[in-house]
Every structure is written in structure tokens, then in C-alpha cells.
């Protein structure tokens, strides 16, 4: 049979109905639904008869398929502490974890809020933890920071009460994920760094876990623009994931490993890295993340010279982004196919992808995107001899990636402007933007 986890439910309050039988019947006249009709295809009204008599009992398996089609969590229909109880609730957080790692972050905090009542139910206080770290972690993914922080925070201290160490290394990491995209890099990598330990320290269930977290500690290192250090942490991702066959996780190490090493300038390496991250992600049929890998296949082609070959790929990415509707993707992906377009000197059709590419980022109010896109504006206007409005734009974008932090890209941008004034015979005014591209790209990488 079938098994569908229902929606978020709270505030049922207390129950005046003692058995499972007379709850089903209840439920089941409040919708006005026949006893054939609750039975569908799958049940015959005699045995819902007898199961709301109280003359038969429901397997879990069957109990799950009547709670979906009554529109209740499974907890609303047990009574307390029964042995059926326990076993929904084992079954309902796997089904939580397993939904919260294949990215479907709505359904798994509606599971984990299901869990809920079945772990106060049944008085299992490591249970109760485990239901607010899921809710917390699926809230997190969501953005519903505040309401995460909460769970998480209730999740952890009954943890920590009940001896549950293994809970303790998800605590960790995801307020790690919460720091990191609150791009506060150096705390969510104390977090992060500090979940591997507990999770060296405490066999944990999910051994992907350990991979996962040392792939975010590499994340903190991008951002913080060492590559180097990032490239190291990618590698041993890879080293702890490989047993596990998880292609999802494997996946997403190879890109960000190509990433970092398209920044340290090792372009055929970093192809055969996201080149497997490609094949993953197709094997998966994850379109998402396959449009991301294409897009950084082109930023690498790109920087190896090879534009045609680039936009073949940027047009991919942007075909597939805008199949799902990622609009802050597709904006993404125009930035990189217009900087694309500048290098084969094809103005217009740069001009209107970079025009499309900052309407999305206006409307999603991505300051990084919009960053990106006055970059490559200025390198446009620079190109068609636009040379005041290019000087502006690239000034605009300095100061843009300077407040993000963006060491990496400030530096790109003031050699760019540099040069450009070099060119105009403007040296005067070059020397402090090469002085600044020259001090980013020799200084040692934040730690």
C-alpha cells in the first residue's frame, strides 16, 4: 500500500474518544465520507466496519493510508503509549530524514510536525528531540530562520538531556548552514568544524553526515576566498563520501571542488571535476543542480578561452532554469552568457541579456547578482567605447563587492578598471585600483 505523510496539523487538543475505532468513525463522519469510500480501492467497508467497531486492528502500514485519507497526522488515531505508537513514530522521523535529504523541505517539516504529538504521546524525550532538530533543519532550508532557531534550540538542550550525541552532530550543522547563509562564515564554520568533531566523537547513522560537513567547512573557505584551504576540505569530503554511494552528496562535492580549482587557475582539472558532477546529476535526473553544473562548466570554458563552447553550455543552464522556474538562477546564467557575449563582441545580444538579467535580480533583490551584472556592463560599455559609463560602472561594482565581502571579485573588477585607465593613458588614476587587485590576489585568505 501506499504511504503519503499529510500536512502540518497542531492544536487538536484533548481527544474525548478513547479508542482508534471510534476516532476513525468520528473523523470519518466530520468529512462525510461512507465506510466504502474511506476503504477506496485498497480496504472493503467490512473491514472498516470492524475496525471502527474495535473488532479488528489496522496494521501501521494500513493505519497511515486511513490517517491521509481522513486528512489527520497518524498520532490524532493512537492511543498513548501503545506499541503501535512506537512504530509510526520510528517509521514517521526515517520518512522525515530520508524527505529532508532528497530536498523536498515542505513535506519533511510537515512529517517532522506530524512526529510531534506521537514522540509527547509516547513520553520519548530522544524522540522529541529528534522531531524538533528535523523541524528546526527543514524550517531552516525554508528561510523561517526565527522559528527554526527555536526548534533547534528545544531540539539540542533535549538532546543534551537524554544523551543523544548523534542529534547533537545535526545541531551543528545546522546552525552552521544558518550562520553561512546569514554569510556570517566564520561562525558557521566554528559550527560546522565543531559537528565533524562530535561526529568523529559519536557514531552517527547517516556516515554521509561527516561528509557533508566537511564539504560546508570547504564552503567557509570559498567565501572567505582560499581556495587552497577550500580545495583540501573538498578532497576529504570526497575521501568520506565515496563509501556511501550518496550521488547526491558526491555530486555536489565535485562541483564545488571544480569551483575552487577553476579560482586557483587549474582549468583542465576543474573540468573533470564538474564534468563527474555533470554525469551525477544527470544519473539523478536532478535538473536543478545539472543547470548549475552547466553553468559553471561555461564560467571555466570561459576563462580557458573556449566561448563558443561556454554559451553552449550557458544556454543549457538557462533552457533548464527556465523549465523550473528559477528566475534567480536564469539571472545567473544571462550575467554569465552577456560576459560571454562582450568577448565575442556581440553588443546587443549582451545588452539584452544583461537588461533581462537585472530586471530578475531587481525583483528578487539579489545585491550579489546585481553586483555581477554592473561588472559586466562595465566591461560591455568598456568594449563599445563607452568609456565614462564604464568607469562609473565599474567603480559602482567594486564598492558593491567590497560591501559583500566579494574579495575575489573586487579584485577582478579593479584590475579591469585599471587596465582600462591605463589604457586611456590615465595612469594617475589606475595606480590605487591595480595597487588594491594586486594586495587582494597576494594577501594571505582571511581564517
Known sequence: MRYTEGAVFAGQGERPLASLGERIRARRKE???TQTQLGGTDLTKGFISLVEKGRAKPS????????????QPVAYFLEQGSALGAKALRVTLASGWTTLQQGDYTRAAAIFQDALPLAQAQGDERALAECHIGLGSALATLRQVDVAREHIDRGAALAEASGAAPLLVRVSHIRGFIAYHAREFR??????????????????PDLGLGGILLYNIGNTYMELGDHVEASRWYEQALEVLEPTEDLHRLGLVQLQLGVARRERGDFETALAHLGRAEQLFQALA????????HNSIGITLVARGKVDEAIAHFETSLRIKERLGDDPGRARSLTELARAFVLQGRGAEAEAALAEADRLATRFD?????????FVRAQWQAATGQIPEAVREYKQAIAAFEALGMDADV???????GALLLERKRPSEAAPYLAKALHLLHAEPPR
Not at 286 to 293: I, P, V
Not at 366 to 374: F, S
Not at 411 to 417: D, S
Open 31 to 33: 468529512l462525510g465520507l
Open 60 to 71: 501501521l502500514e494500513t493505519l497511515l493510508l486511513l490517517a491521509e485519507r481522513l486528512q
Open 187 to 204: 561562525a558557521a564554520r566554528e559550527h560546522f568544524t565543531e559537528g565533524y568533531r562530535r561526529f568523529q566523537e559519536a557514531p552517527h
Open 286 to 293: 536532478d535538473t536543478r543542480l545539472l543547470g548549475w553544473a
Open 366 to 374: 539579489d545585491v550579489t547578482e546585481a553586483a555581477r551584472i554592473r
Open 411 to 417: 579584485a577582478r573588477a579593479a584590475n579591469a578598471l
